[in-house]
T-cell receptor
Framework: EPEVTQTPSHQVTQMGQEVILRCVPI?????FYWYRQILGQKVEFLVS????????KSEIFDDQFSVERPDGSNFTLKIRSTKLEDSAMYFC??????????????FGPGTRLLVL | AQTVTQSQPEMSVQEAETVTLSCTYD???????LFWYKQPPSRQMILVIR??????QNATENRFSVNFQKAAKSFSLKISDSQLGDAAMYFC?????????????FGKGTHLIIQP
């Protein structure tokens, strides 16, 4: 069964460093998402991406964040200058064929980011 | 903005018994989608069940069923014949209908403990 994959599974970085989190969505999916989950808290929407541009973004997704689909398979989240409060689990999700709203979003296993 | 409330931080049930997890939400929309996701200790988000608001019939998936009360804005999850593998965090989530690609709005989750 197709699945969303994410790399790396864990990343440790120093405050102020740039990190890139990678995702490979399910191959025939059209909408891509990033979420984050700070330890012990709920999952929060960051951004959605469709047709090579941002579709929606939350207040959390400020100028230090960017997303890109550099090729036909990868979908990346870049955090330009990490802060301690960026430590969280980051989930990628994708959904498919008929459109974004209401379609089941399939989540990857997450990347655990720790900023020291 | 839509909100999702899960009022039970933790629930405990004996193996083979039935448990119901509560979820309420607030929206001014008439058409939307509701989801239950399971997050085991591995922290992967796994879809349990999906409900379309315009459908009166409650969704079911094997041992999992929902009680969707649109007027009351309530969306509870019933797990029958609980199994040890059901132990996890359960998140209720909301998604608007229509165009675009809004992210899911999640509740804070309910930690389900299965007693052997």
């Amino acid at each position: 069964e197709p699945e969303v994959t994410q790399t790396p599974s864990h990343q440790v970085t120093q405050m102020g460093q740039e990190v890139i989190l990678r995702c490979v969505p399910i191959s025939n999916h059209l909408y891509f998402y990033w979420y984050r989950q700070i330890l012990g808290q709920k999952v929060e929407f960051l951004v959605s991406f469709y047709n090579n541009e941002i579709s929606e973004k939350s207040e959390i997704f400020d100028d230090q964040f960017s997303v890109e689909r550099p090729d036909g398979s990868n979908f990346t989240l870049k955090i330009r200058s990490t802060k301690l409060e960026d430590s969280a689990m980051y989930f990628c999700a994708s959904t498919g064929l008929a459109g974004g709203h209401g379609e089941t979003q399939y989540f990857g296993p997450g990347t655990r980011l720790l900023v020291l | 903005a839509q909100t999702v409330t899960q009022s039970q931080p933790e629930m405990s049930v004996q193996e083979a018994e039935t448990v119901t997890l509560s979820c309420t939400y607030d929206t001014s929309e008439s058409d939307y989608y509701l989801f239950w996701y399971k997050q085991p200790p591995s922290r992967q988000m796994i879809l349990v069940i999906r409900q379309e608001a315009y459908k009166q019939q409650n969704a079911t998936e094997n041992r999992f069923s929902v009680n969707f009360q649109k007027a009351a804005k309530s969306f509870s999850l019933k797990i029958s014949d609980s199994q040890l593998g059901d132990a996890a965090m359960y998140f209720c989530a909301y998604n608007e209908a229509g165009g675009g690609a809004d992210g899911l709005t999640f509740g804070k989750g309910t930690h389900l403990i299965i007693q052997p």
